[in-house]
């Protein structure tokens, strides 16, 4: 293999939150446990991102970015390319990354008091930014179908109402794997667009999707969305560029972009970070080798942590993950308290997992795992896991 996902890089010390912050979040020590929290990855970006960061050292002043157009020309190539969905780069708008793209566009298209739908258990930051802009969370919670997550349309359209301004959708969905299909897009979006209600689907986990699955731009769907929704996407979690916090947020109608854009520069977001889209152009020219190879290498990842939890603790149910490196660990079946399985977790096992509950609702019973690290990481997360509990 070109690239060498096997190789350990210990990231202690390196100002890292996944493992300088481990023993605040979850009393695990970086000294003898194993991080699997924060959705980063333990690899190296593709090459050709430290030759561009190399260029940019060596050239040795880093002034105010500009964009040229390629930035925003790379984007589009990828979009074409990878989503089969073509965009102008007049469409997007960088932001200091995905999360805060999420709080402005509540604050651009929300009012204290109106409703925002979120599909918990869910990345825990979309119910901060409703709730810290004055805003109705409404939980529409996932339901389990065959193991898996699907969504509850009845439930939404119960609870839908002339207060609710926007739906907040997670595509592909973090934590449960689920990528959406081009079906359930649909019949979500024909409920949205028939109560007028702001659909921004966050899509920064659109390139990790596992064979047998197919990401689907909810844009892309029909020209009448496309003219009616709000897509967010990133390099950070494809690349593993997470630390230089950079976001494109994708909207075709110009009235929508406005609105947003002015939005933005009443916060004084003129400009991005210079390394982000530099390091962001760079993966997204040269990268799609790197990518396709380390897709394998999480697929098998994956496969491992479903095989051997089947096999050897099949009280913790895994869920079939279609998208995303994160693994949806389900501890119902063990029969004991919550408490004392994280106890064994974090105690006995000394792994730092996320808590499924601070996902919301559905998320109780539940850890999160982040399986994008060399095998040996995770082929000895999961002896520690089997060791606490058999
Ligand atoms: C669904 C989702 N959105 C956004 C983010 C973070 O975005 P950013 O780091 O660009 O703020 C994550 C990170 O895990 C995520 O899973």
Redesign the pocket.
């Given at each position: 293999m070109p690239y060498d996902f096997d190789r350990i890089i210990d990231r202690r010390g390196t100002q890292c939150e996944k493992w300088d912050g481990m023993e605040e979040h979850y009393g695990v020590s970086p000294g003898d446990g194993i991080s699997m929290w924060v959705?980063d990855m333990e690899f190296r970006p593709p090459p050709a991102v430290a030759q561009a960061f190399k260029w940019e050292m060596e050239h040795g002043v880093h002034g105010y970015w500009a964009d040229s157009g390629q930035y925003k020309q790379a984007i589009v190539n990828w979009m074409a390319r990878r989503h089969n969905w073509s965009i102008e780069p007049s469409w997007i708008s960088t932001t200091h990354?995905?999360?805060?793209a999420v709080n402005m566009l509540v604050q651009a298209f929300c009012k204290p008091g109106d409703k925002v739908i979120i599909q918990t258990p869910v990345?825990y930051?979309f119910a901060f930014a409703v709730a810290a802009n004055g805003c109705q969370v409404i939980n529409n919670r996932l339901v389990k179908e065959n193991g898996r997550y699907v969504m509850d349309l009845d439930d939404l359209k119960r609870q839908a109402d002339g207060q609710t301004r926007m739906i907040i959708l997670?595509s592909p969905h973090?934590p449960g794997g689920r990528v959406w299909s081009k079906e359930e897009l649909e019949a979500l979006a024909e409920i949205c667009l028939s109560r007028n209600i702001l659909m921004v689907s966050?899509e920064?986990?659109h390139d990790l999707v596992y064979p047998g699955a197919k990401h689907t731009v909810l844009a892309s769907l029909s020209p009448e969305l496309q003219d009616k929704v709000v897509v967010c996407t990133?390099a950070?979690?494809t690349f593993n560029l997470?630390g230089t916090?950079t976001?494109n947020v994708i909207i075709a109608n110009e009235e929508l972009r406005k609105q947003f854009t002015d939005h933005l520069y009443k916060c004084g977001m003129f400009l991005p970070n210079r390394f982000g889209p530099i390091a962001a152009r760079a993966a997204y020219n040269h990268g799609e080798g790197w990518l396709d190879a380390l897709l394998l290498y999480l697929e098998e990842n994956r496969n491992l942590i479903a095989s051997v939890l089947e096999n050897r603790l099949p009280a913790v149910k895994s869920m079939p993950l279609e998208g995303t490196y994160l693994a949806w660990l389900d501890f119902s079946g063990m029969d004991a308290p919550m408490d004392e399985i994280v106890r064994k977790v974090e105690k006995e096992a000394r792994l730092a997992l996320n808590h499924g509950d601070t996902f919301g609702p559905g998320g109780e019973n539940h850890l999160r795992m982040n399986f994008a690290c060399p095998r040996l990481m995770v082929e000895q997360a999961l002896e520690r896991l089997i060791k606490a509990f058999v």
């Open positions: 959705a990354g995905i999360v805060m990345y930051p997670c973090n966050d920064i986990h990133s950070s979690k997470a916090m976001g």
